[in-house]
Nanobody, 124 residues
Framework: QVQLVESGGGLVQAGGSLRLSCAVS????????MGWFRQAPGKEREFVAS????????YYADSVKGRFTISRDNAKNTVYLQMSSLKPEDTAVYYC?????????????????WGQGTQVTVSS
């Protein structure tokens, strides 16, 4: 059974940092993209960042470019999202997703597997 388990969310002040982790079990995604999405209350789920597992190629939403970094650890089968210079508008539930085989993988519908989400709250 494939499982994606996020961790690392929490409450942080504006300007602070957090690192989210997504531990993958049950399979590897070596030929696919992994992604991070977020959903704020009353809003649609939106793309944050993606990484092609094999090459390390990354993509970012304009709203997080230069502040967030997505990475992966092959040995641990884990994907990370390092978030810095956090803003109150970054407050959302963050979801890890896997299994997309397209280019960039900006669309949530392209992913086959999802984690349960982790809450990130940024106070002003």
């Amino acid at each position: 059974q494939v499982q994606l388990v996020e961790s690392g969310g929490g409450l942080v002040q504006a300007g602070g940092s957090l690192r989210l982790s997504c531990a993958v079990s049950g399979r590897t995604f070596s030929s696919y993209y992994m992604g991070w999405f977020r959903q704020a209350p009353g809003k649609e789920r939106e793309f944050v960042a993606s990484i092609r597992w094999s090459s390390g190629t990354t993509y970012y939403a304009d709203s997080v470019k230069g502040r967030f970094t997505i990475s992966r650890d092959n040995a641990k089968n884990t994907v990370y999202l390092q978030m810095s210079s956090l803003k109150p508008e970054d407050t959302a539930v963050y979801y890890c997703a896997g299994g997309c085989s397209g280019l960039g993988c900006f669309d949530a519908d392209k992913y086959d597997y999802w984690g349960q989400g982790t809450q990130v709250t940024v106070s002003s």
